[in-house]
Structures are given as structure tokens and as C-alpha cells.
């Protein structure tokens, strides 16, 4: 396989981003637990007392410098390798969280996280090779063609339509408006990103790409889509189910956002159709050990599923009807949620 040492450098920080981001749950949320043994009020409830538990900060430098990776990752290698090795943080988040907080991983959970791992190598087998990009006003060139054009168009109206028709009216009992308004405009970030990570590597290398405007445009579009996507993450994630948000979130935003980037950057040109055909069946293997990891972490921690397991008692309803009935039918305690954090894993 002919692989290019820019997707090499690409796929070791994309990796290396999935450790430190799927650690630094781990992390976190044993600071959370200590800091709530000491001051007796849990984050959940209101309690602030882990902003002065070390471990916590720990955590979050952690998660900062995977982000950090993830961030300088994209400038090497397309968003179609990249985003999709996201995964691999709910793998180390879930076996971590198995040995060390002690939560069970079910049998299924851990076959969705067989599926993440062959999915991943699949995609990362049969991935594009990037054509150079010399400048900021290259990639300026790309944003600005009639196709990908048309999707930004398409995104801001279904953005405008989802805030404003339907966020008032039942985004409190339809959890994919607030997704679908995050993973809109997660797409839209990942390719500013891209760019901006794009123009600070060749900044780096000598040719400076500060000098231009575009640089700066890409800029405020990742705040402007960010901010956005942060404040109807946390909408969903207050409103709904942590374990519905997080592999609904996941398979909308990545897919809208390899969509995106095969507009943008042509990801797929020169590829043969067997290429695309296995990146693709990859990319579904890693969307579905993503749901099944997700959904059976809801499913040990189902109330019914503790008090019945030996009486074969249902455990828990489907996915589509925990869609339709907006909260689903448990939001399970807090303390024992897996962290808000997880769900927010490849924003960017």
C-alpha cells in the first residue's frame, strides 16, 4: 500500500489524540469523584469543588493536548482518515473505565469496540492520498467552488430552519434538531479547520499565511461554528439521554463532515471505485461498534436490566422508540454517566 508520510503523520496524531482524549474522561471523572467525596455536592447537582481537585485539571490538560493533536492532525491528512479514528476514544474511554472505575463493559460493548478497531484499519488501509496544498488561497479557491458552495448554502438554511422553526417547537422532545444543528455546523468547523491548520503548517514551514485575509476568515468561521455547535451539544445533552446524544451526534457529524470534505477537497478524486467502496464499509463498521458500544452502555446500567437480569425481564426500550418519545425512558444517574465530554470527541 502506497502511503504517504504526511497520512502516516496524520494517522499517529489522530491516534495519539484518541488516547489522551479517551484517558482524560477516566481522569476527570475519578477528580470529579474524589472532589465530591470532599465536599460532599456532586458537579451534578451545582457543585463546583473540582475546579480545586488537581486530578481534574490533570484531565483536562490531558484532553487539551488530545484536541491539540486532533487539531494539528487534520493539516496533514483528510478529514475522511481522520474524523472517523475518533472512535477510537470511546474504545480507550470504555476499556479504561472497565479496569479502572470498575464499569463493566458488556459483552456487546466490547464486540462494538472489535468493530471500531477493524472499521478504523480499514479506512486507514484504503484512505486518499491528499494532493499538496502550497497556500491559504488554495484551499480559499476550493471553499469558494459552486459545489461546496451550495452545501454551506444548504447548511446555513436547514441551520436557520432547525433554530428557528423547530428548536422552539419540539426541540426539547426531538433529539435530532439540536444534533442535527451540531453536526451541521461541525462539518462546517472541521473544514475551517482544516484550513487554519492547513495555513499554520506552512506558516511554520517558512511561508508565512498570516499575511492574508482568508487565514483570518477561516478563523472566525471555526469560532463562529464552535460556539454554535458547543451551546446545542449541551442543549442535547441536558435535554436527552446521554446515550441516544452520543451515537446520534457521532454518525451525523461525521458523516456531514466526510460529505463536506469530499466537496471541498475532492477526497475521492483518482481513487478507484474498490477504494471507495472499502472506505465507506469501513466507515459503516465504525459507525456501527459505535451505537452498539453506546447503546449497551445504557443498556448495563438499566435499572430493569440490574434487578431482572436473571428473570430475562426487557431492559430497556429500542433506540426508535426512545427517539420518538423525546427524554427516552430513563436518564440514568448522574454519578455513573459516562462524561459529557465523550460525545463531543471529533468537533473539530
Known amino acids: 500500500m502506497d502511503f504517504s508520510t504526511d497520512n502516516l503523520t496524520g494517522v499517529v496524531l489522530a491516534l495519539l489524540s484518541s488516547?489522551?482524549?479517551?484517558?482524560?474522561?477516566?481522569?476527570?471523572?475519578?477528580?470529579?469523584?474524589?472532589?465530591?467525596?470532599?465536599s460532599g455536592v456532586r458537579?451534578?447537582?451545582?457543585?463546583?469543588?473540582?475546579?480545586?481537585?488537581p486530578l481534574w485539571w490533570v484531565g483536562m490538560i490531558t484532553m487539551i493536548v488530545g484536541e491539540v493533536a486532533n487539531f494539528v492532525a487534520y493539516a496533514f491528512a483528510p478529514a475522511v482518515l481522520v474524523t472517523p479514528l475518533g472512535a477510537l476514544s470511546i474504545i480507550v474511554s470504555a476499556v479504561l473505565a472497565h479496569f479502572i472505575l470498575k464499569e463493566k463493559l458488556h459483552k456487546l460493548g466490547i464486540l462494538g469496540c472489535v468493530m471500531c478497531i477493524v472499521g478504523s484499519v480499514i479506512i486507514v488501509v484504503h484512505a486518499p492520498q491528499e494532493s499538496p496544498i502550497t497556500s491559504v488561497q488554495q484551499i480559499w479557491i476550493m471553499a469558494t467552488q459552486p459545489a461546496f458552495l451550495l452545501y454551506v448554502g444548504s447548511v446555513i438554511v436547514l441551520v436557520f430552519i432547525l433554530v428557528f422553526h423547530f428548536s422552539p417547537r419540539c426541540g426539547h422532545t426531538n433529539v435530532l434538531v439540536y444534533t442535527g444543528i451540531c453536526s451541521l455546523m461541525g462539518s462546517l468547523s472541521v473544514m475551517s479547520v482544516k484550513a487554519l491548520g492547513t495555513s499554520l503548517k506552512l506558516t511554520f514551514e517558512g511561508k508565512n499565511q498570516l499575511i492574508y485575509p482568508e487565514t483570518w476568515f477561516f478563523m472566525l468561521?471555526?469560532?463562529?461554528?464552535?460556539?454554535?455547535?458547543?451551546?446545542?451539544?449541551?442543549?442535547?445533552?441536558?435535554?436527552?439521554?446521554?446515550a441516544i446524544v452520543s451515537p446520534i451526534y457521532y454518525v451525523m457529524f461525521t458523516t456531514l463532515t466526510i460529505l463536506a470534505s469530499v466537496?471541498?477537497?475532492k477526497d475521492w478524486d483518482g481513487q478507484n471505485g474498490g477504494d471507495i467502496i472499502s472506505e465507506i464499509c469501513g466507515f459503516i463498521v465504525v459507525l456501527s461498534g459505535t451505537i452498539l458500544l453506546h447503546t449497551t452502555k445504557d443498556f448495563?446500567?438499566?435499572?430493569?436490566?440490574?434487578?431482572?437480569?436473571?428473570?430475562?425481564?426487557?431492559?430497556?426500550?429500542?433506540?426508535?422508540?426512545?427517539l420518538c418519545s423525546g427524554n427516552g425512558d430513563s436518564k440514568y444517574d448522574e454519578e455513573n454517566a459516562p462524561p459529557a465530554e465523550e460525545v463531543c470527541m471529533r468537533r473539530q
Do not use: H, W
Request: glycine share 10%.
Open 263 to 265: 466537496i471541498m477537497f
Open 300 to 322: 448495563e446500567r438499566s435499572p430493569s436490566f440490574r434487578a431482572n437480569a436473571g428473570n430475562y425481564a426487557p431492559v430497556s426500550s429500542s433506540l426508535s422508540t426512545r
Open 43 to 53: 458537579a451534578g447537582v451545582g457543585g463546583y469543588a473540582y475546579l480545586l481537585e
Open 221 to 242: 468561521v471555526v469560532a463562529t461554528c464552535v460556539i454554535t455547535q458547543m451551546n446545542y451539544l449541551n442543549k442535547a445533552l441536558d435535554t436527552f439521554n446521554t
Open 19 to 38: 488516547g489522551f482524549i479517551g484517558g482524560s474522561f477516566i481522569i476527570k471523572k475519578k477528580g470529579l469523584r474524589r472532589a465530591a467525596v470532599v
